[in-house]
């Protein structure tokens, strides 16, 4: 048997479609005619707002997903597979004698509609892959005792899954059809659920028939969920807003809730501190021999307050990550040894996290599965070897919901005291539509430090819009503007730079220059030709990759940046 869609088949649905269309030239249709004021939509659950509920899929092929959606929050996702064309049904009640229109949005591969037991000539319609929603129609007549119709949707055999949405079998109402829905009521029981220093989380009671919720700052919307929770972020400090919420559906929004005032929390050293000094200086410590001297965590320079491990390895779970000490390059230190060099590095006031990502690094979170895998295992590490946080160092490009949805869960596993710290490229702090900077900022309130690596960069763009070369003062300041003026607080920007001319590809510049730029930035000395608008007395510090490198150049850079960095205002 030829399971392809063939034409044939197409050929004579046209055909029987051609003579219906004649014999209305000559003879009339009861029922026929242009649509009425009273003609509905007869399908139940036509958006699959809810669910599966009053539809039946073939061998469990059908599931409703979120996306795509061609309307509202939902839309049905059938999967032909073996013998079975993933078809879903729904018997529809009608008036006999009538006419109505058939019609529904697909997306996909192969997609099929058609009805059933009109008592006259059943009907339907299809199309091949659409890679964007199609709308398919046609028409049918019910005969003279017809009450019901099936109305179903399939695929094709060896196809891939497809889409459908906003289902419709309009004309006259046959009574079991979905009810126009109304504008909800207003919500109740507005209030403040919680407080930070830059978000204000709000609840409230539920209504019925709403679909969606839109949250509303000082009189202007500022989000929307589908629960009856959300977390405004992006707030100042020690600030009073105004907060109110309303209902939505398909109808429309209702009346604003009696609004509730919260005031933030003042502002502390930045997001996640975890008993960090005001101004703190990062190195990276490298699981591996590259021709740096070889330490173990214990060897590591007193200067640096952050210790990030170099790196975490991805595993086959898809944002899944773990850590594998490199035993064998690091002259046989052992697991044991490691983790109890850093319980000692955590009692002399330092901090010790596990960075993800690096030049070759390939941990990928881009869905929600993929974003709490990275949360689980990240806090599995955190407790098997006891690290304070974790790093995000990701090289390749980042999604910045599913990295946000990740770090978040993680926040909540670990505690308010987790230390999360990014170096991002140059690139990826150009400009707060880019995904690293937009991460950075959606989880503002839990960040300790961004350390952007200002090398191995070539050119960029400063705040005042003009090219500044790597390896000077300028570099560096013109830069680190763009985060000081783009949202995040001074206390979490830090300046990256390599320990020395062989920790990086190109971009070295001595501790003098790095300290001259924390001077600038700072109060205001030392500046280059760029000069800020204005100081940053918080400015967290500075990073450096490594300290390794630190160690093979005599610990120059340490030396020198360290103690510059702690006396800093």
């Known amino acids: 048997m030829n399971r392809a869609p063939g034409t044939p088949v197409r050929r004579r649905r046209l055909w029987a479609g051609a003579f219906v269309s004649a014999l209305a030239l000559t003879l009339p249709l009861a029922g026929a005619g242009q649509a009425s004021a009273a003609d509905v939509n007869n399908v139940k659950n036509a958006g699959f707002e809810a669910g599966l509920s009053n539809w039946t899929c073939s061998a469990n092929s059908g599931a409703t997903v979120s996306s795509p959606v061609h309307g509202g929050t939902a839309a049905l996702r059938a999967t032909p597979a073996g013998q079975d064309n993933a078809r879903c049904t729904q018997t529809v009640a009608v008036k006999p004698n009538s006419t109505y229109e058939l019609s529904g949005w697909v997306q996909g591969g192969y997609a099929y509609l058609g009805v059933t037991g009109t008592g006259t000539t059943d009907v339907s319609t299809w199309t091949p892959d659409s890679g964007s929603w199609k709308r398919l129609s046609t028409s049918f007549t019910t005969g003279s005792s017809t009450t019901s119709v099936t109305v179903y949707t399939h695929g094709w055999y060896g196809q891939a899954a497809y889409h459908v949405d906003d289902l419709s079998v309009f004309g006259p109402d046959g009574g079991g059809g979905d009810t126009e829905p109304t504008v909800p009521g207003t919500p109740g029981g507005l209030s403040v659920s919680g407080t930070t220093a830059s978000s204000v989380s709000l609840a409230w009671n539920a209504v019925s028939g709403a679909t969606g919720y839109t949250i509303y700052r000082d009189g202007a919307k500022v989000t929307a969920v589908s629960g009856t929770s959300a977390t405004v972020t992006g707030l100042a400090a020690d600030t009073s807003y105004s907060f109110q919420v309303a209902a939505a559906n398909a109808a429309g929004e209702s009346p604003k809730s009696t609004a509730v005032t919260a005031r933030t929390k003042q502002k502390d050293d930045g997001g996640g501190n975890g008993g960090l000094p005001r101004h703190a200086v990062t190195g990276y410590w490298q699981n591996f021999d590259n021709g740096a001297a070889v330490q173990r965590v214990s060897d590591v320079q007193n200067a640096y307050d952050i210790i990030a491990v170099a790196f975490a390895d991805a595993t086959g779970t898809p944002g899944a990550v773990t850590f594998n000490l490199d035993s064998a390059g690091l002259n046989g230190y052992t697991v044991d040894q490691f983790k109890a060099d850093v319980r000692a590095k955590q009692a002399a006031g330092k901090k010790v996290i596990i960075s993800v990502g690096g030049e070759k690094g390939t941990v990928s979170v881009n869905d929600s599965a993929s974003a709490t895998n990275f949360a689980n295992s990240v806090y599995a590490l955190m407790r098997e070897y006891g690290f304070d946080g974790v790093d995000i160092d990701l090289e390749n490009g980042l999604d910045a919901t599913y990295m946000t949805q990740a770090l978040r869960s993680l926040s909540a596993k670990a505690g308010p005291s987790m230390i999360l710290t990014m170096a991002p490229q140059t690139i990826d702090m150009q400009s707060t539509s880019n995904a690293y ?68 590809g190109s971009g070295y510049v001595s501790p003098t220059v790095v300290n001259n730029a924390l001077d600038c930035l700072t109060k205001g000395t030392h500046c280059g030709t760029f000069k800020p608008s204005r100081t940053y007395p918080s400015l967290r510090g500075a990073m450096t990759w490594s300290t390794n490198w630190d160690a093979t150049a005599g610990n120059a850079w340490s030396n020198a940046v360290g103690p510059h960095v702690h006396a800093l205002p």
């Not at 300790?448 to 191995?456: A, I, K, S």
């Not at 500044?468 to 001074?490: H, N």
């Open 437 to 504: 900077f937009r991460t950075a900022l959606n989880v503002k309130d839990i960040l300790t430090v961004v350390n952007m690596q200002y090398y191995n960069s070539g050119s960029m763009l400063g705040c005042d819009g003009k090219v500044y070369s790597q390896g000077s003062v300028d570099f560096l300041t013109a830069l680190a503007c763009i985060q000081l003026e783009g949202g995040l607080d001074p206390s979490q920007v830090g300046l990256g730079l390599p320990a020395s001319t062989r920790g990086a």
